[in-house]
Structures are given as C-alpha cells and as structure tokens.
C-alpha cells in the first residue's frame, strides 16, 4: 500500500510517497497546478508503485485541491482529507531546527493519513458544492452589509443627531432615504449617505435573492431538516454545505465530534470530570447554538431538558446538553432526507 502526500498551492502541488511504513519511495515531486496536473502526477505514481494500491492524502482545503481531488476520483482513485491539526503532530520531529518547508508538510499529511485510518473520503456531490457557493456568498454579503450600516449608524448620528431603523428591511432604508433628502446637511456628506444608502439597498436585494434560492434547494434536499424546530432554510443550508453527505458519519457521536459539541474527558484519579470542546466546525457549532437559543424559548421538550438539568450542571451545562441532544435529532433528519435523495453522488468504492 502506497500513501501519498500533497501539499496544495495556488501555483503548484508537492507530492511524496511513502509505504505502510512511513518511508520515503522516492524524492518529493513538485507539479504545475495547470490543465496537465492529473497526467503527470498518474504518470509518476505508476513508475513507483508498480501496481500496489495508492491512496492520495491531500491536505485539508476548499480551495486549490478540489480540482485535484476531483480528477484524482474521477480516475477511480482513493483520496483522503487530512485536517492541518493532524499534521502537527508530524511535524515534531522537525520542530528542534524550526524546519517548515513543503517537503516536510508533504511527509507530514501522508504520515497523518496512515496514523489516521478513519479520514474523511472525497466525494462529488454537485447539488451540495452549488449549495456551498450559494451559502458562502450570502455570509460575504451579510458580512459587507453589517460593516456599512455599521458605518452608517455612526455618521447619521453624528451629522443628524439621529439612529436609523432596520437597515435590512425596505422601510428602515426608505425612511432613512427621505431623511437624508429634506435635512439641510453639506453636500458632501449628503451624498456619501446616499450612496451608502444605495449600497445597502442594493446588498438588501442581492441576500434575499440567495435567500430565495437556498430555500428552493433546501426545501428539496432537507424536509425532514426543516421540520427541527429552529432551523431555518438558511441553517438548513450551512448544515448541508458543511456536512455533505451525512453518511460520513456512521455515528451522530462523530458528528458531534466534527461541531465541537462532543465534551472532551480530562479527568484522572477516578474523579470523573469532562470539559468544552472548543475545536470542531464552529461554523456548524454556530447553527447549533442558534437552534438551541430558539428551542428554548419555543419547544417544551427542550425547555424540559434544561431543568432536567440546570440544577446539577447549571444554565451553559444545561445549553451544552441540549446542543449534543440537537446533534442526535440532526444525524437522524439528515439521514432520513439522504435516503431520498435522487442526484448522483461520486465516490471512490472500495474493493471487496
């Protein structure tokens, strides 16, 4: 069995070899990020291996590996995600001389994937990757959108003694648009509100025209998804772009893991005693904290569930419970909706 290791760059890719062992086949290859990157990289594996069974470890990344991760399973190859914290460990016996150089992070990431069996397989699912697109282009907006009406609050009190309403609602951005057109202000000034004002209305227009959209694909991917209550077409969405296909995980308790939502045991001495986990997607950790927020006020079973508790593990004990009770309900939904899913989904099968 022959492990290789890639670290991805914009301009080029570092592979390396190694065998069960760990040991180096050959020296670290460097290869063009361009059009040839596949063929060349096949070419060179099959002067190495001689046949043997070869899975691609590639460092973790939405960026420069996908098309190489793409191509690689396209060709009925195995490819692996290594997380860049599994290859710290790698890196120690380096960390004496401060060595960081590609050929050190390419070892690294094929030492990873031996030491870790259980990584998470590549896969092409397109209706997920355009979901991806959509979700990461709304929280772009959203983000731009915050930072001017941010910035817009502060000068309108400055310049007009007065705080505008709900920027992201067509009212707000209406009475504060006839505000600026009957104050007596410099005109300078009067037009950098304006032209504010148009940016956010233009943003305002550009996120529910997304909003639109994801709630038309996520209403066909994730039924049972949006029945939890407190998830939202735009939670929906985060969910399944970031988790995919939820048959990665075979278990909700490795779903948990993945969102920080699995507590960490640091006891010793048979004083039993555990502690939050502050890794994980907290992206994801960000969608369940929010659901969480709105069971509580809204659903009786989760209200329940928090004065179960609250008395022995107090009210951010009691939170933490429920979001790992949440991640339960989640396994269960999405798995429930992956069976009914009809688009076809690429990944590597393993030989029998």
């Not at 731009?144 to 707000?172: E, F, S």
Request: charged content about 25%; glycine content about 6%; overall charge positive.
């Amino acid at each position: 069995m022959v492990t290789v290791g890639i670290d991805p760059h914009k301009p080029v890719h570092v592979a390396v070899a190694v065998d069960a062992d760990g040991r180096r086949l050959t020296r670290p290859l460097t290869v063009k990020n361009d059009a040839n990157l596949i063929g060349v990289l096949l070419k060179w594996i099959r002067t190495i291996t001689d046949g043997a069974p070869v899975t691609w470890a590639i460092e973790n990344g939405r960026g420069f590996a996908r098309r190489l991760a793409d191509g690689l399973l396209l060709t009925s190859h195995e490819v692996v995600w290594v997380p860049t914290r599994l290859m710290s460990a790698h890196r120690r016996p380096h960390a004496a001389t401060g060595s960081k150089s590609d050929p050190v992070d390419t070892a690294a990431v094929a030492h990873a994937a031996i030491a870790t069996p259980g990584l998470d397989r590549h896969r092409i699912d397109n209706r997920v990757r355009e979901l991806r697109v959509l979700v990461d282009s709304r929280a772009d907006l959203v983000r731009r959108r915050t930072m001017v009406i941010n910035q817009i609050k502060a000068y309108t009190h400055l310049w007009l003694d007065h705080t505008p309403g709900d920027l992201t609602r067509q009212p707000g951005v209406t009475s504060l648009t006839v505000l600026l057109d009957t104050t007596n202000m410099s005109d300078h000034v009067r037009r950098v509100l304006i032209e504010m004002t148009t940016e956010i209305d233009g943003l305002n227009k550009r996120v529910r025209r997304l909003e639109t959209t994801i709630r038309e694909l996520v209403t066909l991917l994730a039924p049972s998804l949006l029945e939890i209550t407190g998830t939202s077409h735009v939670s929906a969405a985060v969910l399944l772009a970031e988790i995919g296909d939820i048959t990665r995980f075979t278990s909700s308790a490795r779903l948990a893991r993945c969102t920080g939502t699995a507590p960490i045991p640091v006891y010793s001495s048979d004083k039993e005693r555990y502690r939050l986990h502050r890794g994980g997607n907290r992206r994801l950790n960000s969608v369940l904290y929010t659901t969480s927020i709105v069971q509580q006020r809204s659903h009786p079973g989760a209200r329940a569930l928090l004065a179960r508790h609250e008395p022995a593990k107090g009210a951010r004990g009691a939170q933490r419970i429920l979001q790992r009770h949440l991640i339960d309900v989640i396994h269960r939904a999405m798995t429930k909706d992956r069976a009914t899913w009809q688009h076809h989904i690429t990944q590597h099968q393993l030989a029998a």
